[in-house]
């Protein structure tokens, strides 16, 4: 069974600091994907990382996915009250048998005060 | 295009009731998929979709079966809802080729409560 584990569960900073969310796991997969959840809403896409090492950036957001393709990670740079929300990570599995099935972490909930 | 859809968006449901929840989306996408959500879980697959007439079970399948007459909808019927069920349940939808991408299109959920 493929299991992704997200660390923190909860975090909470103030305007202007630097975050980091992560999410681990001891399967490969095909992709990892990161979405943003908000209240009362369903998720939304951020990024979809494919290849080891690969690094992609969104505005004060950089999304990183491991050598391995068994973990990611997100880094919030000068976090905004904007960027309040649950951060999910999904992974696509790999190998024969693939069905496209996601894979969830649990979620990062994350309070920017400002 | 209004993506994807999902009726109702609350329910209160007594223990041993049936329904169905509804899910629709305008995209032509062939893959389709129900989660729910519960905190502290993320998102579990329930029943999932590669296109009209396919489905297929994910994690979390008892309680719940799934239909797929047409690429446009898939719903949900739980057929003997327990307080188990109580969640916040999406639709999602997405273009899969069979490789790596697999990004899914969420609708707004429904928050059902089962007494």
């Known amino acids: 069974t493929q299991l992704l584990e997200q660390s923190p569960q909860f975090l909470s900073i103030q305007e202007g600091e630097n975050l980091t969310v992560y999410c681990n796991s001891s399967?490969?997969?095909?992709?990892l994907q990161w979405y943003r959840q908000e209240p009362g809403e369903g998720p939304v896409l951020l990024v979809t990382?494919?290849?080891?090492?690969e690094v992609k950036k969104l505005k004060r957001l950089t999304f990183q996915f491991g050598d391995a393709r068994k973990d990611s990670s997100l880094h919030i740079t000068a976090a905004q009250p904007g960027d309040t929300g649950l951060y999910l990570c999904?992974?696509?599995?790999?190998?024969?048998?693939?069905?496209?099935?996601?894979?969830f972490g649990q979620g990062t909930t994350l309070q920017v005060k400002p | 295009n209004a993506g994807v859809t999902q009726t109702p968006k609350f329910q209160v449901l007594k223990t041993g009731q049936s329904m169905t929840l509804q899910c629709a989306q305008d995209?032509?996408?062939?893959?389709m998929s129900w989660y729910r959500q519960d905190p502290g879980m993320g998102l579990r697959l329930i029943h999932y979709?590669?296109?009209?007439?396919?489905?297929d079970q994910g994690e979390v399948p008892n309680g719940y079966n799934v239909s797929r007459s047409t690429t446009e909808d898939f719903p949900l019927r739980l057929l003997s809802a327990a307080p188990s069920q109580t969640s916040v349940y999406f639709c999602?939808?997405?273009?899969?080729?069979?490789?790596?991408?697999?990004?899914?299109?969420f609708g707004p959920g429904t928050r059902l409560t089962v007494l």
């Open positions: 979709s590669v296109g009209a007439g396919i489905t």
């Open positions: 990382v494919v290849t080891g090492g």
């Open positions: 995209m032509n996408h062939e893959y």
């Open positions: 999904a992974g696509v599995g790999r190998g024969s048998g693939n069905t496209g099935k996601l894979i």
């Open positions: 399967s490969v997969f095909s992709s």
């Open positions: 999602a939808s997405s273009f899969w080729d069979g490789g790596p991408h697999n990004e899914q299109f």
